[in-house]
Structures are given as structure tokens and as C-alpha cells.
């Protein structure tokens, strides 16, 4: 079922090796008709604090810019299990070492051009395949966040029931900063090009966003300084951790969060995609 009007919602900029420098960037909120505002910006340096974080009772939907599954092909072909659960929990006892092994050599027997196996969401998404493990290293969010979404028993839809007041969905700030400013790149963690034209694109970003001007119908509610302050991040992850935030509310409010029909429940699906 769709999340109730009074539930708080939340986007999580993720990261697998959080600390104080680069942590994991939540932004909390709640929608109110066709406003989404606000509430706040948070960090949590470190997964533990993260898995505590998810423990906090609900109601509240929360949106995660990291991957939920894995795309079924790789799954079959390393002969992997194709229940969820049990997928998950293969996938956790697994080094990263030992991930990283398996995922080259299946890339290695394919040809170029179609290394990488591809989920179904990721093509209308514009995002990159789950099992990639450098630039980005998705892979390892998706090995450090879902065991812990599961530990914590959260309602994962369609993939994983759980205590249905504390929902986590996946979301990708990518597909709704593209529908703003293309592909003009708007964040950067290396300071030389942390450049004027970056910041311009920020600016852009949430201009659009207090307008409501994006196919999802929300309008961002924010003080002035929240709007400095998400401006101000070169790194993105404020701005990144709130895109996920509105993906979250309005698919908070959709049946089946939004998913499309037969969406192969292995895989998962993006929010908005």
C-alpha cells in the first residue's frame, strides 16, 4: 500500500565505506499535496550508525540511491540462488575479493560492448549495471547496504516483506537531475573540478526543483538557507540525498510504488523509472 499522508520521508545519498569526510547524507522531509518540504539535512559517518538509523520506528518511507538486486542473468549464470533472501544472504557471506572475481570473469567470457549484465530498470534509469564494482563501485553499496536493510526488517516492496511502517525503496538522483540539466555534470569530490559551471548546474537543479518544473508534479519547499546550503555542497550529496527524497514522495503515493507491471522481482525496480 501506498505510505500514509503523515509519514515522514527520507533520501539517502549512500556510500559503502562511509566516514566523517564522505558520509552517508540523509535529507528528511514530508509531502503535503504537491509540496514536499524540507525538513533537514543529516549525516552518518559509519554503517553502524546507518543500521541504527534504519531502526528508528516508522511511519516513513525512505528513498536509497543504491542498488536492491542484481540483474538475473548474472544471477543464472554464476548459478547463484534466485530467491531474494536467499540471494541476499549468498551474496553478504561473498569477499569483496571474491565478488570481484567472479563478476571479471563473467565479464571476460562476453564480448565487448555487452560486458556487464543489465538489469531492467537500468536502461529507462540511465543507470549503470549493479554488478559494476569500479566508477562507481555500485557492487559494494549494494554488499554493504542490503544486508543491513534486511537486518534492520524493513519492508522492502515487492522484493522482501518487512514491518510495512518502515519502507526503503531504491532511488537514482541521477534520472531526475538529467530530466533538469541534461548531462551537465553538477558535482564533483575532487576539488580542481569543483568548478563555477558545476555550481551554475546546482543552482539550476534546485531552482527547478522549488518550481515543481520535473514530470514527477512535487514542488521542493526550502528555507534560504537550505537553498544556500544544497548549492554549496561541490560534492552533491546534499543535493543527491534530497533528489532521492522527492523520488521517494511521489512514489510513496503510487501503487506499487510506482513499479511497473511484472517487474522481475529478483531484480527490483528504480523509483520514477
Partial sequence: MPAMSDSSIFGVDFTSAPRAAKPIRVAGGRRQGGVVRLDGLFALPSLPEFSAWLSRPGPWVAGLDLPLGLPRELVQQLGWPTDYAALMAYYAALSRAEIRDRFAAFCDARPAGAKFAHRACDGPAGASPSMKWVNPPVAWMLHAGVPRLIAAGVHLPGLLAGDESRVALEA??????????????????????????????????????????????????????????????????????????????????????????????????????
Fill in 172 to 273: 537514482y538522483p541521477g534520472l531526475l537531475a538529467r530530466e533538469l540539466v541534461g548531462r551537465r555534470s553538477y558535482k564533483s569530490d575532487s576539488k580542481a573540478a569543483q568548478t563555477p559551471e558545476r555550481l551554475i548546474a546546482r543552482k539550476d537543479i534546485v531552482d527547478a526543483l522549488e518550481q515543481g518544473r520535473t514530470r514527477l508534479g512535487l514542488r521542493l519547499k526550502l528555507s534560504h538557507a537550505q537553498r544556500d546550503a544544497l548549492v554549496a555542497d561541490a560534492s552533491g550529496d546534499s543535493l543527491d540525498a534530497v533528489l532521492a527524497l522527492l523520488q521517494a514522495a511521489w512514489a510513496a503515493q503510487q501503487p506499487r510504488y510506482g513499479w511497473p507491471p511484472q517487474v522481475d522481482a529478483l531484480e527490483g525496480w528504480i523509483a520514477t523509472a
